[in-house]
């Protein structure tokens, strides 16, 4: 049972199978151009009864090679990230918006290339939206604006990780509320610490799943992070207290914080 407690284990078997099932579906896809580059779709990881769902881009080239998602450099920083906010990662289901590894662009220095909107699109029903379903989580964390863009049903390029907190809730799309941390970050405070506590997630708790055969009813708190691969990109390793890094931590405290009341 996802609520605590004994863990009934034909549920446990039950979502693994649904998993499964997605899984398989997943690996025959051709739904967009992606699937003639890649070596094969890359599936999520984790636990079938995770609270927690971390979503992320699309596979980089070491994650393509690997066949998981976040093995990669992106991956050692969001390991160290689920480190600082106390999370085990063993506990939570980690995937992308897009399954397939999008290649550089020609003449491009890069070793990865960005998702087209058609299979970020593509993905969301085929692929990253059964995975939710399957395991009912009670926080979705989106990290950077594809991931973002694709739970919310909007173009990545009108996502400004910076601005999620003003998303209205819509109540036609039951992944998306208010995103991001607004709940639990002050803006007025430089250190940017968690400023929620269990009572506030408790007061949200009226947009938690009701989780029955496996799929989930009603909304899901949304909350938006920094994807790793920026703060790499940023020198995350050199400097741990960026500001992003701070935001991203503290989204993710915000994130067990809430799966925990």
Same mark, same amino acid.
């Given at each position: 049972?996802?609520?605590?407690?004994?863990?009934?284990?034909?549920?446990?078997?039950? *979502?693994?199978? !649904?998993?499964e $099932?997605a899984?398989?579906?997943?690996?025959?896809?051709? #739904?967009?151009?992606?699937? +003639? @580059?890649?070596?094969?779709?890359?599936?999520?990881?984790g636990?079938?009864?995770?609270?927690?769902v971390?979503?992320?881009?699309?596979?980089?080239?070491?994650?393509?090679?690997?066949?998981?998602?976040?093995?990669?450099?992106?991956?050692?920083?969001?390991?160290?990230?689920?480190?600082?906010?106390?999370?085990?990662?063993?506990?939570?289901?980690?995937?992308?918006?897009?399954?397939?590894?999008?290649?550089?662009?020609?003449?491009?220095?890069?070793?990865?290339?960005?998702?087209?909107?058609?299979?970020?699109?593509?993905?969301?029903? *085929?692929?990253? !939206?059964?995975? $939710?379903?399957?395991?009912?989580?009670?926080?979705?964390? #989106?990290?950077?604006?594809? +991931? @973002?863009?694709?739970?919310?049903?909007?173009?990545?390029?009108?996502?400004?990780?910076?601005?999620t907190?003003?998303?209205?809730?819509?109540?036609?799309?039951?992944?998306?509320?208010?995103?991001?941390?607004?709940?639990?970050?002050?803006?007025?405070?430089?250190?940017?610490?968690?400023?929620?506590?269990?009572?506030?997630?408790?007061a949200?708790?009226?947009?938690?799943?009701?989780?029955?055969?496996?799929?989930?009813?009603?909304?899901?708190?949304l909350?938006?992070?920094?994807?790793?691969?920026?703060?790499?990109?940023?020198?995350?390793?050199?400097?741990?207290?960026?500001?992003?890094?701070?935001?991203?931590?503290?989204?993710?405290?915000?994130?067990r914080?809430?799966?925990?009341?």
């Amino acid at each position: 049972a996802k609520g605590g407690g004994r863990v009934d284990q034909a549920h446990v078997e039950e *979502l693994a199978q !649904l998993l499964e $099932l997605a899984r398989t579906d997943l690996s025959t896809c051709t #739904a967009c151009q992606l699937r +003639a @580059t890649t070596r094969a779709p890359v599936f999520g990881r984790g636990s079938p009864t995770a609270r927690i769902v971390i979503v992320g881009e699309a596979p980089g080239t070491e994650e393509d090679k690997a066949g998981s998602p976040f093995v990669g450099a992106a991956g050692r920083i969001l390991s160290d990230l689920l480190v600082r906010a106390e999370l085990v990662e063993a506990d939570l289901w980690i995937t992308n918006a897009v399954a397939c590894w999008p290649p550089p662009a020609p003449g491009s220095s890069s070793r990865n290339g960005k998702p087209t909107i058609d299979s970020v699109r593509n993905c969301n029903h *085929l692929h990253l !939206l059964r995975q $939710l379903d399957a395991i009912g989580p009670r926080v979705v964390v #989106a990290l950077g604006a594809y +991931a @973002t863009g694709s739970l919310l049903q909007v173009s990545p390029a009108s996502v400004k990780v910076a601005d999620t907190i003003s998303v209205p809730l819509d109540a036609s799309n039951p992944w998306a509320i208010p995103a991001s941390p607004a709940g639990f970050l002050d803006p007025n405070n430089p250190a940017l610490r968690v400023s929620g506590s269990i009572d506030d997630a408790g007061a949200l708790r009226r947009h938690l799943p009701v989780v029955a055969g496996g799929r989930t009813a009603g909304l899901v708190p949304l909350l938006v992070g920094y994807h790793p691969a920026y703060l790499d990109r940023l020198g995350y390793w050199q400097d741990k207290d960026s500001r992003a890094a701070q935001v991203t931590v503290a989204t993710l405290i915000g994130a067990r914080r809430l799966a925990a009341a």
